[in-house]
């Protein structure tokens, strides 16, 4: 088990940093996709920087402030749970798959988490 914490936990990290800072610049899907939901373009830094935040604690809980750590996966699943239902919320479903994937990979970093 430790070796898929590791990896699912850090993979986790890597993955939400890099949607973060695709936010902060923003890149144009990103700009498309929210707008399609409905986000509004003044949300996104405030958006990435909760991401970023999320995958900075996740990196600190594996090195070792565990309680940060469950907390950071247990943000992340909540971000996350709200945008599938932002997604559902505008019936664009063509693209669920992408935060439905950050969401399993939050529970499953979270799991990890309180079990270790």
Same mark, same amino acid.
């Given at each position: 088990?430790? #070796? ?13 940093? @890099? #949607? ?7 890149? @144009? ?18 958006? %990435? ?8 604690? =996740?990196?600190? @809980? ?6 940060? @750590?469950?907390?950071?996966? &247990? ?6 749970? %709200? ?9 664009? =479903?063509?693209? #669920?798959?992408?935060? %439905? &994937?950050?969401?399993?990979?939050? &529970?499953?970093? =979270? ?6």
């Amino acid at each position: 088990m430790t #070796i898929a914490y590791f990896v699912i936990t850090l993979f986790t990290a890597a993955i939400t940093a @890099g #949607i973060a800072v695709a936010d902060l610049v923003p890149a @144009g899907f990103v700009l498309a996709n929210s707008a399609e939901v409905g986000v509004p373009r003044s949300w996104l830094p405030a958006l %990435g920087t909760v991401k970023l935040a999320g995958a900075a604690g =996740l990196v600190v @809980g594996v090195a070792g402030l565990r309680p940060l @750590g469950i907390a950071a996966a &247990a943000g992340l699943v909540l971000f996350f749970v %709200g945008a599938v239902a932002t997604h559902l919320r505008a019936h664009v =479903l063509y693209n #669920i798959a992408f935060p %439905g &994937a950050y969401l399993c990979l939050s &529970a499953a970093s =979270l799991v990890f988490m309180v079990l270790r």
